[in-house]
């Protein structure tokens, strides 16, 4: 059982920056690929990006590309999520996942083990 704790959540204008991070309470967590999902009020959880194992490779949601990273330090067994331009349409609660896939997964179902999210709000 993989245990996913996030922080870095908060409020922020429009145009600023946030950095998200989500601690893995394994020691296999290098065997877990990783996402960032976001779900606002009223809408369905969607994918915002994803990381595989070693971080050899990252996958972005359209709305995203340009302003987000993920990256991944296995040492600390932490993945971290780098909000810039932030944009009021970025408001929501946003939830890292884990996966025992080798490949980014972008399916919300696909993921075994979620944190219970952090609120980030923009203020435009």
């Known amino acids: 059982q993989v245990q996913l704790v996030e922080s870095g959540g908060g409020l922020v204008q429009a145009g600023g920056s946030l950095r998200l991070s989500c601690a893995a309470s394994?020691?296999?967590?290098?065997?877990?690929?990783m996402g960032w999902f976001r779900q606002a009020p009223g809408k369905e959880r969607e994918f915002v990006a994803g990381i595989t194992r070693s971080g050899g490779s990252t996958n972005y949601a359209d709305p995203v590309k340009g302003r987000f990273t993920i990256s991944r330090d296995n040492a600390k067994n932490t993945v971290y999520l780098q909000m810039n331009s932030l944009k009021p349409e970025d408001t929501a609660v946003y939830y890292c996942?884990?996966?025992?896939?080798?490949?980014?997964?972008?399916?919300?179902?696909?993921?075994?083990?979620w944190g219970q999210g952090t609120q980030v709000t923009v203020s435009s």
């Open positions: 996942a884990a996966n025992s896939r080798s490949t980014v997964i972008v399916t919300p179902a696909l993921y075994d083990y």
């Open positions: 394994e020691r296999t967590f290098r065997t877990y690929s």
